[in-house]
């Protein structure tokens, strides 16, 4: 009765299907490396591109998300759309191992798990770059030439949001560095408010 409120365990489900995404995606890269380097880039764009077609699909979403409809079913559906969106064969094997085994829920995990595998057997640094207005060509090459330090390459997703007012939040290495007008706003404000 007394002491500390219980603590609630820590739920393994969240993480179970980023494990078996991960899975999936080394087995995917293993074969598309097989192919070459051009194969293993050009799979990450085309599962990066086939994922949000399903995504706009409010319906579809819905239809894939129903118990009622068996996995074979929703199998065919997703097998009709990667056709339509004349996926690559090795798009296709994926979407009909996830359906045969009742995991098409996984693929936009096994897609992230993919992107981020491929990126890193390959030299690729991944970085995201919000700024509150477009950035120039020249400042962008000038972001990925930092950036790439000793890799190979470097992949620059560009965001803008007018919320920062200006400066940059750049994402890359699993760390974000904020120098963004904003939050030297907000540092401002806390320490007069705490004068």
Do not use: C, W
């Not at 598309?32 to 591109?49: F, K, P, S």
């Not at 319906?59 to 074979?72: C, I, M």
């Amino acid at each position: 009765m007394g002491g500390p409120p219980a603590r609630e365990p820590r739920s393994r489900v969240s993480r179970a299907p980023q494990a078996l995404a991960r899975r999936y995606a080394r087995a995917l890269l293993e074969v598309a490396r097989t192919e070459g380097e051009n194969a293993v880039l050009a799979l990450r764009d085309e599962l990066r591109g086939f994922v949000p077609q399903l995504a706009s699909h409010p319906q579809l979403r819905l239809a894939l998300a129903n118990p009622v409809l068996g996995a074979d079913v929703k199998r065919r559906v997703l097998l009709a759309l990667a056709e339509r969106a004349q996926a690559s064969p090795l798009v296709k094997r994926l979407v009909e191992v996830l359906g045969t085994r009742g995991r098409l829920e996984l693929l936009a995990h096994v897609a992230e798990a993919y992107a981020r595998l491929a990126n890193a057997a390959l030299g690729v640094v991944a970085a995201e770059a919000v700024s509150a207005v477009p950035l120039a060509a020249q400042q962008k090459q000038a972001l990925e030439s930092a950036l790439k330090g000793g890799a190979a390459s470097v992949e620059l997703v560009e965001r803008v949001d007018p919320a920062i007012v200006g400066g940059l939040v750049v994402s890359a290495f699993g760390r974000t560095y904020d120098g963004s007008v904003r939050t030297r706003l907000n540092a401002l404000r806390r320490r007069l408010a705490a004068s």
